[in-house]
């Protein structure tokens, strides 16, 4: 009996050797048809090239399918399934030669969104916030590898109070499918980089600030209806950008100036004297309020924001394109505990974008009482 175990208990060894052997050659051969260099795929382990595998099985369907139309990708999201009538198809045709007249303006956004990935990192994220793809050179930004983040979620590695906003623009309706289903947004991110450019433990990561802007993509592919594609890119406010044609400026909590420097009075035709204590608002073209309330709101809770492209009022009339990047600083360093909690400001750095526009229009009452002075 004692020698039927022993037998029993040997074959079972080899068994379980003869598994593992063929569990490896498998992983083995899954690994080698990974994208990667050779150095870094001897390096993974078995959840990694599943979870590696997947990422680009999952991309390799969202390349392969069609764009829709935007009739069908409108049905899509209406009713979450792709159209098979033949009726239906028809009635989308009507569209086709409306959508041939945007195609050369999609491909040039695109091409501006690709150009935006050298000061930055690409991301596509699937509906639900799975990390479908990254540029390589996301390590430069984030201390992280490609192969590190790619097949885990999106909200594993970002801030919890950003993740609703986030899942709003991974959200797709008919209605934007049609005007365009453009992302501009910031969200914090973890970086494992060190002040000194180093890659630290994930333990000890920090919260970096991104600015992210792409669009969604419709797929024909049901079990990819759509992905986000995304640009990102960090926001540390770099003094060594500025130029002639750029301002900065100081703001309390409210976006009052404190401070302004001595170029607003080329740009914008104000002295610094007359902007202290005014509104940032009070200078902002009416119709684009919201885009710098939403700035605002991204520095009260993120400390650091870019406002996207707004028009600010000139001083004798009409305006100019800018655009702000901004970051809740505060105003004094403490020197002991007792003075810990100091008082914050905003401190933006303003790029004027375009030369005056409509320089004849009065657009506010601030601006008629400085063309009738000036006119006396």
């Known amino acids: ?17 003869r598994r593992r052997r063929v569990e490896s050659d498998i992983f083995g051969d899954l690994s080698r048809l990974l994208p990667l260099q050779p150095s870094v795929r001897t390096h993974l382990d078995k959840p990694s090239i599943i979870r ?25 999201v209406k009713y979450g399934q792709v159209m098979e009538s033949g009726e239906e198809r028809r009635d989308c045709d009507g569209g086709r030669d409306e959508e041939k007249e945007t195609e050369d303006l999609e491909a040039s956004e695109e091409t501006d969104m690709y150009l935006r990935i050298l000061e930055g990192f690409m991301m ?4 639900e916030g799975d990390i479908i793809f990254l540029s390589d050179n996301v390590s430069k930004y984030m201390g992280l590898t490609q192969t590190e983040l790619m097949g885990h979620n999106i909200f594993e590695f970002t801030h919890p109070c950003d993740h609703e906003e986030i899942k709003n623009n991974l959200r797709l309706t008919a209605g934007e499918v049609w005007y365009g289903a453009k ?7 973890k970086s494992a980089l060190t002040h000194r450019g ?11 600030v991104l600015h992210c802007q792409g669009s969604m993509k419709v797929c024909v592919v049901p079990s990819s209806v759509s992905c986000l594609l995304l640009t990102c890119q960090p926001l540390p406010l770099s003094h060594t950008l500025l130029s002639t044609h750029t301002f900065t400026s100081q703001h309390s909590m409210d976006m009052r100036f404190t401070y302004c420097d001595q170029r607003v009075t080329l740009l914008l035709g104000y002295s610094p004297e007359e902007l202290l204590g005014r509104s940032i608002y009070d200078l902002c073209h009416t119709l684009d309020t919201n885009c710098l309330t939403k700035n605002h709101l991204n520095l009260c ?32 360093r403490p020197k002991s505990r007792r003075c810990a909690h100091q008082p914050l400001s905003i401190l933006c750095v303003t790029y004027v974008l375009s ?8 657009l506010s009452l601030d ?7 000036s006119c006396n």
């Open 52 to 76: 590696l595998a997947l990422s680009y099985i999952r991309m390799h369907t969202v390349l392969k399918g069609n764009t829709r139309t935007k009739a069908e990708a409108s049905h899509t």
């Open 301 to 332: 809770f993120k400390s650091q924001s870019v406002s996207g492209q707004y028009r600010m009022l000139v001083r004798g009339g009409g305006y100019v394109w800018v655009e702000s990047h901004s970051a809740v600083i505060p105003n004094v």
């Open 198 to 208: 180093r890659s630290a433990n994930l333990k000890s990561a920090t919260w970096k």
């Open 355 to 362: 030369g005056v526009e409509k320089p004849f229009l009065q």
């Open 367 to 373: 601006q008629t009482v400085h063309r009738y002075l």
């Open 183 to 189: 992302r501009d947004f910031v969200m914090r991110i």
């Open 124 to 127: 596509v994220l699937s509906t």
């Open 1 to 17: 009996m004692t020698a039927n175990k022993e037998k029993r208990r040997a074959i079972s060894r080899e068994a379980a050797r």
